[in-house]
C-alpha cells in the first residue's frame, strides 16, 4: 500500500491498494485515533465521489475510507480482468486485508451493496450500511447478453466514449435522482469523465457484460452481523419494495426517504451521515460493552 496526497481534494489523504488486478485508489475522510473505520463503495458505473457528500460531514466521527472499484474513477486495471460479483468481492476483500483494515464496517450504494455483502462472508467486517442496495430480484436486462462477445464490446466501447456526458446526464435525471434542482452541478463531469479513454470505455463494456444481480443468491440469507438498509422512497432504478424484502432476508432494518430516489448519499447527505453514525455508533457502544463484561 502506498501514500500520497489528493490533488483533486486539496488537505485529503489517499491510498492505493495493490491486488493482482490492478491499483485501487481509495479517498480518506477523517484520522484513524482511536475511530471506527467505514468502507465505502459506489455503484456499478459511478465513482468514490458519490460517497463525498456523505464523508465530508463524518470526518470528525470515523475514518472513512471511499474505494474505487477497479476500472473506475482512478482506479487502474489490469487488461483482462473479469467483474463478476464473486471476483469483485474478493478483490476488495484482499485489498483491505493487504492494506491491515480489519473489523470495518462496510457502506455501499448500490452494486456497491451487494459487493459489501459478499466481502462480508470473507472478512470480519462490523456491520453493512446498504444504501439503494442492489437485491437478486434486481432484473438484468437481456440486452447486456450481447457485450459477452468480444466483438460487441469493442463495437460499443467508441459509442460509450462518443455519447458518454448525454448518457450520464440522462441517467441522472430520469433514472438516479429524483429531483433534477438536487443534481450537483459537477455531476455530468465526475461521472462521465473517466469513460473518455479509449480502455476505461472498453473496460465499462466488460463490467456491464459481468454484471448479474442474481449472483447475490449465493448470500440470500441472514447476515450475522448488524444490517441497515436505506433508499428512497421514489427509487426508479431498484423498487423499495425490493430493498425492503432484501432488508428483511438479511435481518436488518429498513428505511425509506420521502422524495429521494437512487442517489441518496449524494440526495440526501445530511440523512445519509445522520443515519450512518447512528449505525457505526450503535455497533461501537456494544463492542464497548461486550469489552467491558
Known sequence: MTQESMVSVPGQEALWFDTPDGRM????????????VVVCLHGLSANRTMWRPTAERLGGHMRLLLVDLLGRGDSDPAPGVAFDLATEADRVATALAGAGVSGSILAGHSHG???????????????????????????????????????????????????????TRYMLERRVFADRTLIPTDAVQRFAEPWRDPARALGLTRILADWDPEHLLRWARP??????????AADRRIAPE????????????????????????????????????DFVSAIHDSRSEGDRG
Open 25 to 36: 485508489a481509495v479517498e480518506v475522510h477523517g484520522s484513524g485515533a482511536g475511530h471506527p
Open 113 to 167: 451493496a451487494a459487493i459489501a455483502v459478499a466481502i462480508a462472508e470473507r472478512t470480519s467486517a462490523r456491520g453493512l450500511f446498504l444504501v439503494n442496495p442492489v437485491t437478486p430480484d434486481v432484473r438484468r436486462p437481456p440486452a447486456l447478453a450481447a457485450l459477452r462477445v468480444p466483438a460487441v464490446r469493442r463495437g460499443l466501447a467508441p459509442l460509450l466514449r462518443l455519447f458518454r456526458r448525454p448518457l
Open 223 to 232: 447476515a450475522d452481523r448488524p444490517v441497515l438498509v436505506l433508499t428512497g
Open 242 to 277: 425490493q430493498a425492503r424484502t432484501w432488508a428483511e432476508v438479511l435481518g436488518g432494518s429498513f428505511r425509506a426517504l420521502p422524495g429521494r430516489a437512487h442517489a441518496v448519499p449524494e440526495e440526501a447527505p445530511d440523512e445519509t451521515a445522520a443515519d450512518l453514525l
